[in-house]
Nanobody, 123 residues
């Protein structure tokens, strides 16, 4: 059974850091790109970062440049989102999703989605 499970969310003060994890199972992890998305209160789903099957990263949200980093560990079937210098505007539910091979930038191309993990940034 295909599963993507996010973890690592929580409450953090502005300026702090969190690392989110996305644990995958039930499919060939290293054949898929992994994207991180977020939904802030009252807003549409927004792409954040994506990492291709070959390890190249794609930035979707300009607001996270220089602060967020995506990575993957194929031996652990896990992708990560390192979030530094968090801002209150980063408050959202964060989702990981899997797309075949590369990062297209289109949400409908993602085959599998996790349930999300909540990040709350306080001032």
């Amino acid at each position: 059974q295909v599963q993507l499970v996010e973890s690592g969310g929580g409450l953090v003060q502005a300026g702090g850091s969190l690392r989110l994890s996305c644990a995958a199972s039930g499919f060939t992890f290293d054949d898929y790109a992994i994207g991180w998305f977020r939904r802030a209160p009252g807003k549409e789903l927004e792409g954040v970062l994506c990492i291709s099957s070959s390890g190249g990263s794609t930035n979707y949200a300009g607001s996270v440049k220089g602060r967020f980093t995506i990575s993957r560990d194929n031996a652990k079937n896990t992708a990560y989102l390192q979030m530094n210098d968090l801002k209150t505007e980063d408050t959202a539910v964060y989702y990981c999703a899997a797309e075949v091979d590369y990062c297209s930038g289109y949400t409908h191309e993602y085959h599998y989605w996790g349930q999300g993990t909540r990040v709350t940034v306080s001032s």
